[in-house]
């Protein structure tokens, strides 16, 4: 199906709450038609915080003095990687700041090292890298690349993300078409309700999502970090009058749902972020809503709580196992299975 960004605007502005069920209703259908029941599981590894950007919205931003930093050591990163193996997960997800202390050479050796030791997919999410770094890091073994393009609009782009400095700065768009031609799995996606972020300017977010036929799109509200210009309110790009994007639990489910409309093969993860903003219920709704994936978090706990991206972030206190746990039981309570295998990118000729 292809959606309009009339027909995404029109639904994006929808308040009505039965026409809204109807929405959720047909992204649980198309995502049950297209990747079935299955919810697969990421384990995610937060390998450092530290971070040579300035992004307006992330707590990991270089200036913010009041981060203790961490890069974690090859070894303890193996060490998660075979937890991910013990729980039965089939992907590691490596993230980070845009941390170059994490060389091409030594990101090399850790992914040859997880591929030879185990049968994981490898998934990158390092932040905008130098073209050799990802050509590397493919024939390292990397399987997919997670980058979200966070906003389509080439002017609120501009003012939350500075160019970095002493390094040419890389258009996201660009990179993400890179990676699909390097052979990985490209993901991206957006933060919902970001300052200055339009009704039409989601909705171009969205339209785009399908345009690029991504493989993976993550979404989740942004939520502000008082650490931050954009949080502090020391930046505050506006929205004309009545068009701000809400940053709410509702409008995430709206974008979640009207995603899996849009890009039907799509893996779609019910994010931390919107679990962050209801804590009971965010991850099964955001699941009976269009998405199909949980990113349960392997980073040991002295490390997680310093990989604050945002503040009172969901289960930032757990630990890897309680994290497998609560996961499992959630994708249970709403009658879903959990996922074997890598969970790759279906693509329609596959199923037929
Ligand atoms: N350095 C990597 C990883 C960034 S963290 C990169 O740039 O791709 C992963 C995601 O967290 C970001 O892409 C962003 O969408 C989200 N994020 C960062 N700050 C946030 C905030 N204040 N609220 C909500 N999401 C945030």
Redesign the pocket.
Known sequence: MHLSKEEILYWLKEDDTGRLEALYEEADRVRRENVGDAVHLRGLIEISNI?S?E?G????RADNQGVERYRMSQEEILQCARQAVDYGYGTVVM????DYGITREWMSDLIRAIKTETPLAVTL????RPDEDLVAWREAGADRY???F?TSDPQLYCIIHPAPKGRPGRDRIAMLRRLRELGYEVGS???VGIPGQTYASLAHDIALFQELDLDMVGV??????PS?PL?SRAVLPLAPEGEQAPNSEEMTYKVVALTRLACPQANIPSTT?LATLNLAQGRELGLQRGANIVMPNLTPPQYRVLYE??PAKACIQEDAVACHTCMKARIRSIGRTVGVGSGGRKRHAENT
């Not at 919205?57 to 990991?60: E, T, V």
């Not at 989740?220 to 970090?225: D, L, M, T």
């Open positions: 971070c950007r992004c919205y992330c707590g990991l993230q980070s700041g845009e999410s390092l932040g905008e997670l980058l979200r966070e996606g957006v933060m989740g509200p942004y939520i502000a970090h931050t949080g972020a991206i945002y």
